[in-house]
C-alpha cells in the first residue's frame, strides 16, 4: 500500500527515527512533523503535550498516512492513549519499543533511563520496565542540557561529555548495565555517552527499536509499499534554520524539501 508513513517528533530529534525507519523499509515513503514552533515538549506540562501532539498528529492525518510513528519520547510518554483513541489509524510510540529492548538487553536487571524532565517523572519506561521484566531496577534521570546541547551540534565537545559526567553519576552509582537513552536527541550523543558510563553499559536506541517494530506492524497488517525507493517529505512549524542544518547534517534534506505549516 502505497500510502505514506507519518512520523513526528517535537523538532529535529525525532529525524534520528526517521533516517532508522528509512533505512530499514527503503520503499516507504515518510512524512515527517518537526513541531519546531512548540519545542521543547521535555519541559511541558501532560496537557500542552498532548494538545500539540494532537494538532500534529491530526495534520499528518490529512495527508493520508497509513500510520503515525510518534518519535519523540516526550510525546509517546505523556500522549499516546489519546492518540491512539483518537486517530482511527495504528500509532506507534517509541517508549514500549524501546523498553522491550532493554528487558532483552539486561542481565543484572539495573537498568537507567536517561530522558526529559515530563518522559522521566512520567514514570512511562519505569512502568514500561516493570511490566516486562519483574524485580527490575529501574532509575531513571533527566538531563535537560543534552537538548541544546546536540541542537548545538557540540555532540562529542568537552563541555557535553563534563554534563554527561553530572548527569550520569546517579545511574553509574546504582550499577546499571543498560541505559535507555529516552529522548530524540540522545542517540547523537552516543560516543561521549559511551566513554562516560564504559564499556560495561549498554546503551539502548529507541530509534533502531521502533524501526523494527513499524517493519513487523506494517507486515502483520499488510500495509507494505510495494515499491523499492520511496520521497519523503518535511515540515516544520516553525524557524528552519535549526531544522535545516541537522537535517542536512544527518540526512543531506535540503532547504527546498522542507515546507514550513504553522498552526493558527
Ligand atoms: N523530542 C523530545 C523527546 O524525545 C526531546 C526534545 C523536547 O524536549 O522537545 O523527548
Same mark, same amino acid.
Given at each position: 500500500?502505497?500510502?505514506?508513513?507519518? !512520523?513526528?517528533?517535537? &523538532?529535529?530529534?525525532?529525524?534520528?527515527? =526517521?533516517?532508522?525507519?528509512?533505512? #530499514? =523499509?527503503?520503499?516507504?515513503?515518510?512524512? %515527517?512533523? &518537526?513541531?519546531?514552533?512548540?519545542?521543547? %515538549?521535555? @519541559?511541558?506540562?501532560?496537557?500542552?503535550?498532548?494538545?500539540?501532539?494532537? *494538532?500534529?498528529?491530526?495534520?499528518?492525518?490529512?495527508?493520508?498516512?497509513?500510520? /503515525? !510513528?510518534?518519535?519523540? @519520547?516526550?510525546?509517546?510518554?505523556?500522549?499516546?492513549?489519546?492518540?491512539?483513541?483518537? /486517530?482511527?489509524?495504528?500509532?506507534?510510540?517509541?517508549?514500549?519499543?524501546?523498553?522491550?529492548?532493554?528487558?532483552?538487553?539486561?542481565?543484572?536487571?539495573?537498568?537507567?533511563?536517561?530522558?526529559?524532565?515530563?518522559?522521566?517523572?512520567?514514570?512511562?519506561?519505569?512502568?514500561?520496565?516493570?511490566?516486562?521484566?519483574?524485580?527490575?531496577?529501574?532509575?531513571?534521570?533527566?538531563?535537560?542540557?543534552?537538548?541544546?546541547? !546536540?541542537? *548545538?551540534?557540540?555532540?562529542? $565537545?568537552? !563541555?557535553?561529555?563534563?554534563?554527561?559526567?553530572? %548527569?550520569?553519576?546517579?545511574?553509574?552509582?546504582?550499577?546499571?548495565?543498560?541505559?535507555?537513552?529516552?529522548?530524540?536527541? %540522545?542517540?547523537?550523543?552516543?560516543?561521549? /555517552?559511551?566513554?562516560?558510563?564504559?564499556?560495561?553499559?549498554?546503551?539502548?536506541?529507541?530509534?533502531?527499536?521502533?524501526? #523494527?517494530?513499524?517493519?513487523?506492524?506494517? *507486515?502483520?497488517? @499488510?500495509?507494505?509499499?510495494?515499491?523499492?525507493?520511496?520521497? $519523503?517529505?518535511?515540515?516544520?512549524?516553525?524557524?528552519?534554520?535549526?531544522?535545516?542544518?541537522?537535517?542536512?547534517?544527518?540526512?543531506?534534506?535540503?532547504?527546498?524539501?522542507?515546507?514550513?505549516?504553522?498552526? *493558527?
Amino acid at each position: 500500500m502505497n500510502r505514506p508513513i507519518g !512520523v513526528f517528533d517535537s &523538532g529535529v530529534g525525532g529525524l534520528t527515527v =526517521l533516517q532508522a525507519i528509512a533505512r #530499514r =523499509l527503503p520503499g516507504e515513503s515518510l512524512v %515527517y512533523f &518537526g513541531d519546531t514552533a512548540h519545542l521543547p %515538549y521535555g @519541559n511541558k506540562s501532560r496537557e500542552a503535550v498532548t494538545r500539540f501532539s494532537l *494538532e500534529v498528529a491530526r495534520f499528518l492525518r490529512r495527508r493520508d498516512i497509513k500510520l /503515525l !510513528v510518534v518519535a519523540c @519520547n516526550t510525546a509517546s510518554a505523556l500522549a499516546l492513549p489519546r492518540l491512539k483513541r483518537e /486517530l482511527g489509524i495504528p500509532v506507534i510510540g517509541v517508549i514500549e519499543p524501546g523498553a522491550r529492548a532493554a528487558a532483552r538487553a539486561t542481565r543484572t536487571r539495573r537498568v537507567g533511563i536517561i530522558a526529559t524532565e515530563a518522559t522521566v517523572s512520567s514514570n512511562a519506561y519505569q512502568s514500561a520496565l516493570r511490566r516486562l521484566l519483574p524485580g527490575v531496577k529501574a532509575v531513571g534521570k533527566a538531563c535537560p542540557l543534552f537538548v541544546p546541547l !546536540v541542537e *548545538e551540534g557540540w555532540w562529542s $565537545h568537552p !563541555v557535553t561529555t563534563a554534563v554527561a559526567r553530572e %548527569y550520569l553519576a546517579e545511574v553509574s552509582k546504582a550499577r546499571v548495565d543498560t541505559l535507555i537513552l529516552g529522548c530524540t536527541h %540522545y542517540p547523537l550523543l552516543k560516543p561521549a /555517552l559511551a566513554s562516560v558510563v564504559g564499556p560495561g553499559v549498554r546503551l539502548i536506541d529507541s530509534a533502531e527499536e521502533t524501526a #523494527r517494530e513499524v517493519a513487523e506492524l506494517l *507486515e502483520r497488517l @499488510n500495509l507494505r509499499s510495494p515499491r523499492r525507493k520511496a520521497a $519523503h517529505r518535511f515540515f516544520a512549524s516553525d524557524g528552519p534554520k535549526r531544522f535545516l542544518s541537522l537535517a542536512k547534517r544527518l540526512l543531506g534534506v535540503t532547504a527546498d524539501r522542507v515546507t514550513i505549516w504553522r498552526f *493558527e
